[in-house]
C-alpha cells in the first residue's frame, strides 16, 4: 500500500486483520511521520520503542488467530491520562517528570484490545483552555492553514494535541478529555469527529482530575465509525471509579448506518445567538436539511436555561478543580520549590508549578467556596445546574430523539489572537458545548462543512443519556452528506 | 460582587498561591472580569430548586471495607522530590 496513513483506523483494522499490512510496518510509518511533524508540537512525550514492542506483539497474536478489536492500531494518548511508566505532565510544569506506576483504566482497556501507544499528546495545563495555548510545552500547531495564509493556528482545545494529531494523520485515533468542549471544540476545529459520552460511560480512574462531575473521556477520530470503534473499547464499568456506570458497553459500530428515519430532531432556538456568524447559521440550517433528506422531522424546541450555562460552569468547575488540584503541594510528586517553612514551600511551588490561566482558576474557585460566598456562588450554580438538565429532560420527554446544534461559534482562530487581555473571551468558545457537560449528557462533533477562509466546522448532535448509539446514527448521517473534507496537504512534513 | 486587593492576596494565601506585589492589580481585574460574566446568575429564580449533587441518578456505590493493596512503598515514594527510608521529607512543621 502507498501510504499506510492514509487509511482510516476501520481501514488498518481491516487490512490488519486480512494480513495485507503488519503492525509492525504501521507502527514504523506512524512513528516516521510524527518525527517529521515535530514542528506541530503534538506530542509532549514519543514512545518509538515501546510502539514498535507492542506492534510485534500484536503481530504475534494477529498470526495466532488472537487479535483484539483494536490489534495494531498506533494511537495517541492524552498527556492527562496516567500510562504506566511514562511520563504524564496534564501539561504542567508541576507535574513535569512525574512517571505513574499505574495505568488509567481507560488507557488500560485499549492495549487490552491490542491497540498501540505511540505516545503522549499535548494539551491546555491540566485541560484548562479552548486553544492549547495553556501548556507548559508550548502550544499546538493545527495542520489546519487559512486560505492563502500560514499564519499558525490553534488547533482548539484543551485537547488540542489529540485534534491534531489526528487531523495529521499522526494516528488512527487518540484519547481525549471533555469538561466544557474540549473534545469536541477541538475536533470542530480540525475537521475531525469527537464524541463525549455520557457522564459515567467511561471510567475517570488514573485521568488527572480538573473538575469531577464535569470529567468525561472520549475518542478523537478521522470518522464517525473509528470514533464508534474506539468508544467501545474506551466504554465500560470500573469498580475503582465509584461514578461509573454499570452497564455493558454496546457494539456502537452496528448503530453506525443505522436509519434514522423517523426520528425527531430537536432544533433548540436559544442556541440561535445574537449576532452569530451567517455561516454559522448557515451550516445548522444546511445539517437540518440533510436530516431531513434522511426522513428525520426536525422539532423547534426551548432550553430556556441556555444563557446560564457557561457562567454557572465557571463556578462549578473552578471550585472543584481549587480543589483537585489541592494535592500538587511539592510533597508527594513533581515539583518543589523551596520555602522557609511549610506553607512558604507550599506557596512557592504552587506559584512556580502552575500557569497563568490555572492560578486564575483556582483562585476564582477557592473564593466561590470561602466562607460567606458558597450559597451565593456554588450553591447556586449547582441549583442552576438542576434547571439546565430539567430542560433537557422536558426535550426528551416531549418525544425528541437527539438535538443537533452548532459545534463552535467560530472556526479556528490563530495563536495569540483571543483571550489574552479578558480571559471570558476564550471562555465564549463552549458555549455550545457547555451544557451538555452541566447536564451529563453524551455530545458529538462532527465536520460539516468549511468556512470561508477554508477551514473545518463542526455540528454537535446531543443525545440522551446513555444513548451514543443514536449519536453515531445521526452524526454518521451528516458525515456522509457534508461535502469531504480534505485533510490539510503535509506542509509541515 | 468585585474584589479589591485585600480580598486577592486572601484568596491567594487560602489557595497556597504566592503572588508578587506586581501580580495582584493584574489579578484583580481577571478574577473581577470572571465574576462580572457569573453576576447575571444572581437574576435567576431558584427558589425550591435542589442544587445538583449528582449528573445522573445513580446510588453511590460502596465497595467492601477491606484491604485491596498495599506493599508498594516504592512506587508510593517514586515521584516524591524528597524522600528519606519511605516516608516524604517536608521542611521542618513542629519546633
Given at each position: 500500500?502507498?501510504?499506510?496513513?492514509?487509511?482510516?483506523?476501520?481501514?488498518?483494522?481491516?487490512?490488519?486483520?486480512?494480513?495485507?499490512?503488519?503492525?509492525?510496518?504501521?507502527?514504523?510509518?506512524?512513528?516516521?511521520?510524527?518525527?517529521?511533524?515535530?514542528?506541530?508540537?503534538?506530542?509532549?512525550?514519543?514512545?518509538?520503542?515501546?510502539?514498535?514492542?507492542?506492534?510485534?506483539?500484536?503481530d504475534l497474536r494477529i498470526a495466532r488467530g488472537e487479535a483484539g478489536p483494536l490489534e495494531g492500531i498506533p494511537l495517541g494518548i492524552k498527556d492527562l491520562y496516567c500510562t504506566d511508566?511514562?511520563?504524564?505532565?496534564?501539561?504542567?510544569?508541576?507535574?513535569?517528570?512525574?512517571?505513574?506506576?499505574?495505568?488509567?483504566?481507560?488507557?488500560?482497556?485499549?492495549?487490552?484490545?491490542?491497540?498501540?501507544?505511540?505516545?503522549?499528546?499535548?494539551?491546555?495545563?491540566?485541560?484548562?483552555?479552548?486553544?492549547?495555548?495553556?501548556?507548559?510545552?508550548?502550544?499546538?500547531?493545527?495542520?489546519?492553514?487559512?486560505?492563502?495564509?500560514?499564519?499558525?493556528?490553534?488547533?482548539?482545545?484543551?485537547?488540542?494535541?489529540?485534534?491534531?494529531?489526528?487531523?495529521?494523520?499522526?494516528?488512527?485515533?487518540?484519547?481525549?478529555?471533555?469538561?466544557?468542549g474540549s473534545i469536541r471544540q477541538p475536533a470542530a476545529f480540525t475537521g475531525t469527529v469527537g464524541i463525549k459520552p455520557t457522564y459515567g460511560r467511561c471510567s475517570r480512574w488514573g485521568i488527572v482530575a480538573f473538575a469531577s462531575s464535569l470529567d468525561q473521556a472520549g475518542p478523537i477520530a478521522r470518522t464517525v465509525r473509528d470514533a464508534a470503534i474506539l468508544?467501545?473499547?474506551?466504554?465500560?464499568?470500573?469498580?475503582?471509579?465509584?461514578?461509573?456506570?454499570?452497564?455493558?458497553?454496546?457494539?456502537?459500530?452496528?448503530?453506525?448506518?443505522?436509519?434514522?428515519?423517523?426520528?425527531?430532531?430537536?432544533?433548540?432556538?436559544?442556541?440561535?445567538?445574537?449576532?452569530?456568524?451567517?455561516?454559522?447559521?448557515?451550516?445548522?440550517?444546511?445539517?437540518?436539511?440533510?436530516?431531513?433528506?434522511?426522513?428525520?422531522?426536525?422539532?423547534?424546541?426551548?432550553?430556556?436555561?441556555?444563557?446560564?450555562?457557561?457562567?454557572?460552569?465557571?463556578?462549578?468547575?473552578?471550585?472543584?478543580?481549587?480543589?483537585?488540584?489541592?494535592?500538587?503541594?511539592?510533597?508527594?510528586?513533581?515539583?518543589?520549590?523551596?520555602?522557609?517553612?511549610?506553607?512558604?514551600?507550599?506557596?512557592?511551588?504552587?506559584?512556580?508549578?502552575?500557569?497563568?490561566?490555572?492560578?486564575?482558576?483556582?483562585?476564582?474557585?477557592?473564593?466561590?467556596?470561602?466562607?460567606?460566598?458558597?450559597?451565593?456562588?456554588?450553591?447556586?450554580?449547582?441549583?442552576?445546574?438542576?434547571?439546565?438538565k430539567r430542560d433537557f429532560e422536558t426535550a426528551f420527554a416531549a418525544g425528541v430523539d437527539a438535538i443537533l446544534t452548532p459545534a463552535t461559534p467560530s472556526a479556528a482562530f490563530g495563536i495569540g489572537e483571543k483571550g489574552s487581555a479578558d480571559p471570558v473571551e476564550m471562555y465564549l468558545n463552549d458555549i455550545f458545548t457547555v451544557t451538555v457537560n452541566m447536564a451529563g449528557l453524551p455530545g458529538v462533533a462532527v465536520p460539516a462543512g468549511l468556512s470561508s477562509e477554508g477551514l473545518p466546522l463542526g455540528l454537535q448532535v446531543i443525545g440522551r443519556a446513555f444513548d451514543e448509539e443514536t449519536l453515531f446514527a445521526v452524526a454518521e448521517v451528516i458525515e456522509q452528506a457534508a461535502p469531504k473534507i480534505q485533510l490539510p496537504p503535509k506542509w509541515w512534513a | 460582587m468585585s474584589v479589591d486587593q485585600a480580598t486577592v492576596r486572601r484568596i491567594a494565601h487560602l489557595a497556597r498561591i504566592k503572588v508578587s506585589d506586581d501580580d495582584v492589580p493584574h489579578l484583580q481585574d481577571e478574577l473581577n472580569a470572571i465574576l462580572r460574566f457569573v453576576e447575571e446568575l444572581g437574576a435567576v429564580d431558584v427558589a425550591g430548586v435542589e442544587p445538583m449533587t449528582s449528573v445522573l441518578p445513580m446510588p453511590m456505590k460502596k465497595r467492601l471495607d477491606a484491604v485491596t493493596d498495599g506493599s508498594i512503598a516504592d512506587k508510593i515514594i517514586a515521584n516524591a522530590p524528597e524522600s528519606e527510608d519511605h516516608f516524604f521529607k517536608v521542611p521542618k512543621v513542629v519546633e
Open positions: 500500500m502507498s501510504d499506510l496513513t492514509e487509511l482510516t483506523l476501520a481501514g488498518a483494522r481491516d487490512a490488519l486483520a486480512t494480513k495485507k499490512i503488519s503492525a509492525l510496518e504501521l507502527a514504523a510509518a506512524q512513528i516516521s511521520d510524527i518525527e517529521k511533524a515535530r514542528g506541530l508540537n503534538a506530542f509532549i512525550t514519543e514512545t518509538p520503542e515501546k510502539a514498535l514492542a507492542m506492534a510485534a506483539q500484536s511508566g511514562v511520563q504524564t505532565t496534564a501539561g504542567s510544569h508541576i507535574l513535569e517528570g512525574f512517571t505513574p506506576a499505574y495505568e488509567s483504566t481507560v488507557s488500560a482497556n485499549l492495549w487490552r484490545d491490542g491497540a498501540v501507544m505511540l505516545g503522549k499528546l499535548n494539551l491546555d495545563e491540566f485541560a484548562m483552555g479552548s486553544s492549547n495555548e495553556t501548556s507548559y510545552f508550548g502550544p499546538v500547531i493545527s495542520p489546519w492553514r487559512r486560505k492563502d495564509s500560514d499564519k499558525p493556528l490553534v488547533p482548539g482545545g484543551s485537547s488540542g494535541g489529540s485534534a491534531a494529531a489526528v487531523a495529521a494523520r499522526l494516528c488512527f485515533g487518540a484519547t481525549a478529555t471533555d469538561t466544557g468508544l467501545r473499547s474506551m466504554a465500560g464499568h470500573d469498580p475503582k471509579d465509584t461514578t461509573s456506570a454499570d452497564l455493558p458497553a454496546p457494539d456502537y459500530e452496528a448503530a453506525v448506518g443505522r436509519s434514522i428515519k423517523g426520528m425527531k430532531i430537536g432544533i433548540p432556538k436559544e442556541y440561535r445567538l445574537d449576532g452569530m456568524s451567517p455561516e454559522i447559521e448557515k451550516l445548522w440550517a444546511q445539517g437540518v436539511q440533510w436530516l431531513i433528506d434522511a426522513g428525520a422531522s426536525p422539532v423547534e424546541i426551548s432550553l430556556p436555561n441556555t444563557r446560564h450555562a457557561l457562567p454557572a460552569y465557571y463556578i462549578v468547575a473552578p471550585a472543584e478543580a481549587s480543589s483537585n488540584l489541592a494535592r500538587y503541594d511539592g510533597v508527594r510528586y513533581g515539583l518543589r520549590a523551596p520555602g522557609k517553612d511549610i506553607a512558604d514551600m507550599y506557596e512557592n511551588t504552587r506559584a512556580a508549578g502552575f500557569g497563568k490561566e490555572v492560578r486564575r482558576r483556582i483562585m476564582i474557585g477557592t473564593y466561590v467556596l470561602s466562607a460567606g460566598y458558597y450559597d451565593a456562588y456554588y450553591v447556586r450554580a449547582q441549583q442552576i445546574r438542576t434547571l439546565i | -
